[in-house]
Nanobody, 127 residues
Framework: QVQLVESGGGSVQAGGSLRLSCAASRYTISSVYCMGWFRQAPGKGREGVAAIRHGSTIYADSVKGRFTISKDDAKNTLYLQMNSLKPEDTAMYYC?????????????????????WGQGTQVTVSS
């Protein structure tokens, strides 16, 4: 499994920006072609926010146009740039990896299929 550690969360006002980072170890991220960002708000299930598969990006409708997922192979890190943040974006954010890209082929924003998860980083957006 890929070991993942998220960072970059914090508290911001609505309209602000944050960049989340997900550092990978035990794998070089350049060989992990399928990764994603997920979030879980209190009392709700975990939902997919953004995914990157073989260089192509997929976004949930709720964040399209505001969030950008990217990989920096040289730094072995996955990023999530979040702009125009809203109070409803408040959640714990997790990165995940599917090294084989097979389980997540049908639903890249679905939780099942990703077998490596970080511990999460909290994002709080105030109005």
């Amino acid at each position: 499994q890929v070991q993942l550690v998220e960072s970059g969360g914090g508290s911001v006002q609505a309209g602000g920006s944050l960049r989340l980072s997900c550092a990978a170890s035990r794998y070089t991220i350049s060989s992990v072609y399928c990764m994603g960002w997920f979030r879980q708000a209190p009392g709700k299930g975990r939902e997919g926010v953004a995914a990157i598969r073989h260089g192509s990006t997929i976004y949930a409708d709720s964040v399209k146009g505001r969030f950008t997922i990217s990989k920096d192979d040289a730094k072995n890190t996955l990023y999530l740039q979040m702009n125009s943040l809203k109070p409803e974006d408040t959640a714990m954010y997790y990165c995940a990896a599917d090294p084989s890209c097979v389980p997540t082929a049908i639903r890249p924003l679905g939780v099942p299929g990703y077998n490596s998860w970080g511990q999460g980083t909290q994002v709080t957006v105030s109005s």
